[in-house]
């Protein structure tokens, strides 16, 4: 229902999982590559992100910068 943009009434589930992945140093990496290298490295990164959590039915909740959230 969320991904078609429809209205979700709050359920309750006895086991949840949050995925969160942060790029440590992600600035200081961001400081010694190109603007192409820290866009491709994400691409790659999120790409990967992407089909592990449509193999494994992983929500995907966001992507922001150099961060990554996922639910099931």
């Not at 990496?29 to 290298?37: D, E, N, P, Q, T």
């Not at 790659?44 to 959230?69: C, N, P, Q, S």
Request: proline letters at 1%.
């Amino acid at each position: 229902k969320l991904k078609a943009g429809q209205k979700v009434e709050p359920e309750t589930h006895n086991n949840v999982t949050i995925f969160f992945s942060d790029i440590v140093r992600f600035t200081d990496i961001s400081r010694v590559l190109s603007a192409v290298k820290v866009c491709n490295m994400l691409d790659r990164l999120y790409l990967a992100f992407d089909a592990l959590a449509t193999k494994h039915e992983v929500f995907k909740v966001e992507t922001i910068g150099d961060a990554w959230m996922g639910v099931t």
